[in-house]
C-alpha cells in the first residue's frame, strides 16, 4: 500500500518490530517438540548450528574467546578482522580505555585509538586460529574494500565462513576513483561459504543471491548503536526489509534452483523480537545488543558498531547494554528477569510452540498481523521499567 508524500512523491507503508504481532494458530505444541536448528549446505557440506542467532561483528561483542563459548552452545559468532583484534597484540587496554570515556568524547577518543593502529594480517590469521584451537567454527567479517587484502591471512587461520559485510553492500559498486571488488568472480573463486549485506530492499538482496552467497544480510541502520538512519536517511523497518528479502528468496530460488537464506541483521533485543523476524521470512537472526550484555562479551558491557570509529564519517554510537548474565542465560536461559532480553532462544521456541509450528521452516508462514498499538505499549514498559531503574 503506497501513500501520498506530497504530489510528486509516493511511498510504501514499511513496519518495524514494534509493529506487527504473531496470530496464534488452530494448534498448540509441546516447546520440548519444537525444531529450531539452523542449516545451509555449501558444496557438498553441511554447516549446522543448534541456535539460529550469529553474533555481530562488533568489538565490544566477540572476540576469539566469546566465539568459542558461543559455537559451543549452539551459535555462530563473527569476528571482526578490522577491528581491535587485529589491530593489537593485546586489545585489553584499548578495551578498558573505550569503557571508560565519557558519552561526549567517546566516538573522538575511538577514531584515535582505531587509527593508531593498522590491521596486521599476522593478527588476522592468528585471532582466528584462536577461534579454531576451541573445535568450533571460525566465522569473520571484512569489508567489500578490504576483503582481498586480507583474505588470504584469514584463510591461512583456519577461517570457514566468511562474511562480507559495510552498512550497505550492493552487487554491482560503480567507482571512478577504485576498481570495485567484483563479489560474483571473487565468491565463485573462493573454497568457503560467504555470507553478504547488509540490504534492505527486493532487489539489493536479489542481486545479491545471484552472487553465490549462501546468505544475506538483510538491515540497514536498525541496531541499537547504529545511527546510519540519522546520518545517511537510508534504511528500511526490519519487518518489511525481512519480508521483501523473503520474498527475493523465493524468485531466486525458481530461477535458480538454490535456497539463500535471509538472516536478520539488527534491531532486535528480545525473544519476541526473534520470533516476529523468523515469522516475517528470516532463516536466521544476527543480533550484537543483547549479547554485548553477557558477561563473556569482551566490551565490558558497551558495544559500537563497525562504523563507529570512521575517520570521516561515524555512523553509530557506543551504547551502554549493561551485564545481564552468563552468555548461555543470554541465549538459553534460564532467565531471571521478565524483559524477554535474557533466554532469546527460549522465547523464540516457546512463541513457536504457542502458534503451533515445529520448525522454523514452518514458522516462516505464520500469520502476522498490524498492530501499532503494540508500539505505544512497548514504549509505555520501556518507561516504567526506567523509572523503576531510577532513570
Same mark, same amino acid.
Given at each position: 500500500?503506497?501513500?501520498e508524500?506530497?504530489?510528486?512523491?509516493?511511498?510504501?507503508?514499511?513496519?518495524?518490530f514494534?509493529?506487527?504481532?504473531i496470530?496464534?494458530?488452530?494448534?498448540t505444541?509441546?516447546p520440548?517438540?519444537?525444531d529450531?536448528h539452523?542449516?545451509?549446505?555449501?558444496?557438498?557440506?553441511?554447516?549446522?548450528?543448534?541456535?539460529?542467532v550469529?553474533a555481530s561483528a562488533?568489538d #565490544?561483542?566477540v572476540?576469539?574467546?566469546? &566465539?568459542?563459548?558461543?559455537?559451543?552452545? *549452539?551459535?555462530?559468532? !563473527? @569476528?571482526?578482522?578490522? $577491528?581491535i583484534?587485529?589491530?593489537?597484540?593485546?586489545?585489553?587496554?584499548?578495551?578498558?580505555?573505550?569503557?571508560?570515556f565519557d558519552?561526549e568524547?567517546a566516538?573522538?577518543?575511538?577514531?584515535?585509538i582505531?587509527?593508531?593502529?593498522?590491521?596486521?594480517?599476522?593478527?588476522?590469521?592468528?585471532r582466528?586460529?584462536?577461534?579454531?584451537?576451541?573445535?568450533?567454527?571460525?566465522?569473520?567479517?571484512?569489508?567489500p574494500?578490504?576483503?582481498?587484502?586480507?583474505?588470504e591471512a584469514?584463510?591461512?587461520?583456519?577461517?570457514?565462513?566468511?562474511?562480507?559485510?559495510g552498512t550497505?553492500?550492493?552487487?554491482?559498486?560503480v567507482?571512478?576513483?577504485d576498481?570495485?571488488?567484483?563479489?560474483?568472480?571473487?565468491?565463485?573463486?573462493?573454497?568457503i561459504?560467504?555470507?553478504?549485506? #547488509?540490504?534492505?530492499?527486493?532487489q539489493? &538482496?536479489?542481486?545479491?543471491m545471484r552472487? *553465490?552467497a549462501?546468505? !544475506? @544480510?538483510?538491515?540497514? $541502520?536498525?541496531?541499537?548503536a547504529?545511527t546510519?538512519?540519522?546520518v545517511l536517511?537510508?534504511?528500511?523497518?526490519?519487518?518489511?526489509?525481512?519480508?521483501?528479502a523473503?520474498?527475493?528468496?523465493?524468485?531466486?530460488l525458481?530461477?535458480?534452483?538454490?535456497?539463500?537464506?535471509?538472516i536478520?541483521?539488527?534491531?532486535?533485543r528480545?525473544?519476541?523480537?526473534?520470533?516476529?523476524?523468523?515469522?516475517?521470512?528470516?532463516d536466521?537472526?544476527?543480533?550484537?545488543?543483547?549479547?554485548a550484555?553477557?558477561?563473556?562479551?569482551?566490551?565490558?558491557?558497551y558495544?559500537w558498531?563497525?562504523?563507529?570509529?570512521?575517520?570521516?564519517?561515524?555512523r553509530?554510537?557506543?551504547?551502554?547494554?549493561?551485564?545481564?548474565?552468563?552468555?548461555?542465560?543470554?541465549?538459553?536461559?534460564?532467565?531471571?528477569q521478565?524483559?524477554?532480553?535474557?533466554n532469546?532462544?527460549?522465547g523464540?521456541?516457546?512463541?513457536?510452540?504457542?502458534?503451533?509450528y515445529?520448525n522454523?521452516?514452518?514458522?516462516?508462514?505464520?500469520?502476522?498481523?498490524?498492530?501499532?498499538?503494540?508500539?505505544?505499549?512497548?514504549?509505555?514498559?520501556?518507561q516504567?521499567?526506567?523509572?523503576?531503574?531510577?532513570?
Amino acid at each position: 500500500m503506497e501513500v501520498e508524500i506530497g504530489r510528486g512523491k509516493t511511498a510504501r507503508r514499511a513496519y518495524g518490530f514494534d509493529d506487527i504481532a504473531i496470530v496464534p494458530s488452530r494448534r498448540t505444541r509441546d516447546p520440548r517438540d519444537v525444531d529450531i536448528h539452523w542449516e545451509f549446505t555449501y558444496r557438498g557440506k553441511e554447516y549446522s548450528f543448534g541456535l539460529p542467532v550469529l553474533a555481530s561483528a562488533m568489538d #565490544g561483542v566477540v572476540d576469539p574467546a566469546f &566465539a568459542g563459548v558461543m559455537g559451543k552452545l *549452539g551459535g555462530l559468532a !563473527v @569476528l571482526n578482522l578490522e $577491528g581491535i583484534q587485529t589491530r593489537y597484540e593485546d586489545p585489553s587496554a584499548q578495551l578498558d580505555a573505550i569503557a571508560s570515556f565519557d558519552n561526549e568524547e567517546a566516538t573522538a577518543r575511538m577514531q584515535e585509538i582505531y587509527a593508531a593502529e593498522d590491521v596486521k594480517p599476522e593478527l588476522v590469521t592468528r585471532r582466528v586460529a584462536e577461534i579454531k584451537e576451541q573445535g568450533v567454527l571460525a566465522a569473520a567479517s571484512l569489508t567489500p574494500q578490504n576483503v582481498e587484502r586480507y583474505i588470504e591471512a584469514a584463510l591461512a587461520g583456519g577461517l570457514d565462513i566468511l562474511i562480507i559485510q559495510g552498512t550497505v553492500v550492493s552487487a554491482e559498486h560503480v567507482s571512478s576513483y577504485d576498481k570495485p571488488l567484483d563479489l560474483n568472480t571473487f565468491i565463485r573463486d573462493l573454497d568457503i561459504p560467504v555470507i553478504v549485506g #547488509g540490504c534492505c530492499s527486493y532487489q539489493g &538482496a536479489l542481486h545479491l543471491m545471484r552472487t *553465490g552467497a549462501v546468505g !544475506v @544480510l538483510v538491515g540497514v $541502520g536498525p541496531g541499537h548503536a547504529c545511527t546510519s538512519r540519522r546520518v545517511l536517511g537510508i534504511g528500511v523497518p526490519q519487518c518489511t526489509a525481512v519480508a521483501d528479502a523473503a520474498a527475493a528468496r523465493m524468485r531466486h530460488l525458481d530461477e535458480t534452483g538454490v535456497y539463500c537464506h535471509v538472516i536478520a541483521d539488527g534491531g532486535m533485543r528480545t525473544g519476541g523480537d526473534l520470533a516476529k523476524a523468523i515469522a516475517c521470512g528470516a532463516d536466521s537472526v544476527m543480533i550484537g545488543s543483547p549479547l554485548a550484555a553477557a558477561a563473556e562479551a569482551p566490551g565490558r558491557g558497551y558495544h559500537w558498531g563497525m562504523a563507529t570509529f570512521h575517520p570521516d564519517l561515524p555512523r553509530g554510537t557506543r551504547v551502554y547494554a549493561g551485564q545481564k548474565g552468563t552468555l548461555e542465560e543470554v541465549l538459553v536461559g534460564p532467565a531471571r528477569q521478565n524483559d524477554g532480553t535474557l533466554n532469546l532462544c527460549g522465547g523464540l521456541k516457546t512463541s513457536m510452540a504457542t502458534c503451533g509450528y515445529e520448525n522454523l521452516k514452518t514458522f516462516q508462514k505464520a500469520e502476522v498481523m498490524v498492530a501499532p498499538a503494540l508500539q505505544t505499549e512497548g514504549k509505555a514498559l520501556q518507561q516504567a521499567q526506567r523509572v523503576g531503574m531510577g532513570r
